[in-house]
T-cell receptor, first 116, second 110 residues
Framework: EAGVTQFPSHSVIEKGQTVTLRCDPI?????LYWYRRVMGKEIKFLLHFVKESKQDESGMPNNRFLAERTGGTYSTLKVQPAELEDSGVYFC??????????????FGPGTRLTVL | QKEVEQNSGPLSVPEGAIASLNCTYSDRGSQSFFWYRQYSGKSPELIMF????GDKEDGRFTAQLNKASQYVSLLIRDSQPSDSATYLCAVTGSARQLTFGSGTQLTVLP
């Protein structure tokens, strides 16, 4: 079974440019999460999809970030325009059944974003 | 006060010893508790989860949860050099997102 995949693995852009990150969850997982780790800080939650619906986007830092999950499969996270403080590693995770306390989130390899 | 606190380490133990990793959390409504292992430059990998008070064992790993003290720990028996990594404590509540600690860096010395 394929795990969570993310693309690209690295992205280097200049301030003011736009970047789109993609996440493909494990097949059959309705729950998809985006997290971010900025330098020296802990991993922070950004948002949670259940199928194609945004369940919780309380962690999104500002309106420069837009996440979509059309069709309830893969998800994209767009940053427009990118700022220096957006640099970090963006992780995607998926899980099967959020109703169970033991529901496990499986993480993708992450996208390392550098904004110059 | 951070929501999930861990000793950042680094923690060094000799091969074959027991490594003890600790975590405290501030939200009494937290329901499930997870230990992830993260090798440098890699994604977090689940080691164990626990949601009932007491101990839970899986091979060389034992997770311990004390909700009254808001404390969760991970013991690694017979530590191996391959266990050297950053260990992340994470909790969830009614909202299912993980809240992470900053991680404890463990080094197992051959």
């Amino acid at each position: 079974e394929a795990g969570v995949t993310q693309f690209p693995s690295h992205s280097v852009i200049e301030k003011g440019q736009t970047v789109t990150l993609r996440c493909d969850p494990i097949s059959g997982h309705d729950n998809l999460y985006w997290y971010r780790r900025v330098m020296g800080k802990e991993i922070k939650f950004l948002l949670h999809f259940v199928k194609e619906s945004k369940q919780d986007e309380s962690g999104m830092p500002n309106n420069r970030f837009l996440a979509e999950r059309t069709g309830g499969t893969y998800s994209t996270l767009k940053v427009q325009p990118a700022e220096l403080e957006d640099s970090g590693v963006y992780f995607c995770a998926s899980s099967q059944d959020q109703a169970r306390p033991s529901d496990t989130q499986y993480f993708g390899p992450g996208t390392r974003l550098t904004v110059l | 006060q951070k929501e999930v606190e861990q000793n950042s380490g680094p923690l060094s133990v000799p091969e074959g010893a027991i490594a003890s990793l600790n975590c405290t959390y501030s939200d009494r409504g937290s329901q499930s508790f997870f230990w992830y292992r993260q090798y440098s430059g890699k994604s977090p990998e689940l080691i164990m989860f626990i949601y009932s008070n007491g101990d839970k064992e899986d091979g060389r790993f034992t997770a311990q949860l004390n909700k009254a003290s808001q404390y969760v720990s991970l013991l690694i028996r017979d530590s191996q050099p391959s266990d050297s990594a950053t260990y992340l404590c994470a909790v969830t509540g009614s909202a299912r997102q993980l809240t992470f600690g900053s991680g404890t860096q463990l080094t197992v010395l051959p």
